[in-house]
């Protein structure tokens, strides 16, 4: 049952990857490696999580590729103003997979060995048809895990979606 969930998730797709030919990969561009990355975690709800990650030190992504963040004792001030105010509330949120499925203003490339790719997800997606010399190659169209570029892409983002609102960038915090 758990491996018919899984399969309707990766059927219904989000578009971040698009499997192409080899010769769709633009003749300036190198593509990076994909790692697929497993882990037990007995605490969460997702106790076996397996994801896609993608080769980010071998990716030369011409524009900015850090986002801004608080410092810790910036972090630390305003912690201790909310615990030093009498009824004071604070709300907090962790985006850190927010980055995940923003687009990408250039596609990026990576290959994944054909050994690597389970065989109901080749032959779902006829990979054999595409796969040069024992190589699967892919468009990634969307923020994944070790994209250098993420992370400010989705800060970028995320300000232009808050920005209607008041919402603005400080500086130095």
Known sequence: NASKDW????????????????????HDRVPTYGKFVCELRPQKTEVERTRLTVGGNLID?????HAPTA???TLKLHINDVISTPRAKCVMWDVGNYYLNTPLPRPEFMRIRVDDIPK?????????KIAVDD?????????????????????KLLEER???HGYYQTRHT
């Open 120 to 128: 109901e997800i080749m032959d779902e997606y006829d990979l054999h």
């Open 162 to 164: 808050l920005k209607p």
């Open 135 to 155: 190589w699967v190659y892919i468009k990634i169209q969307k923020g994944m895990y070790g994209l250098p570029q993420s992370g400010y892409l989705a800060n």
């Open 7 to 26: 399969t309707f998730q990766f059927s219904k797709g989000t578009d971040t990857i698009k499997f192409i030919q080899k010769s769709e990969v633009p």
């Open 71 to 73: 410092d810790v004792t």
């Open 61 to 65: 992504y011409p524009d900015r590729v």
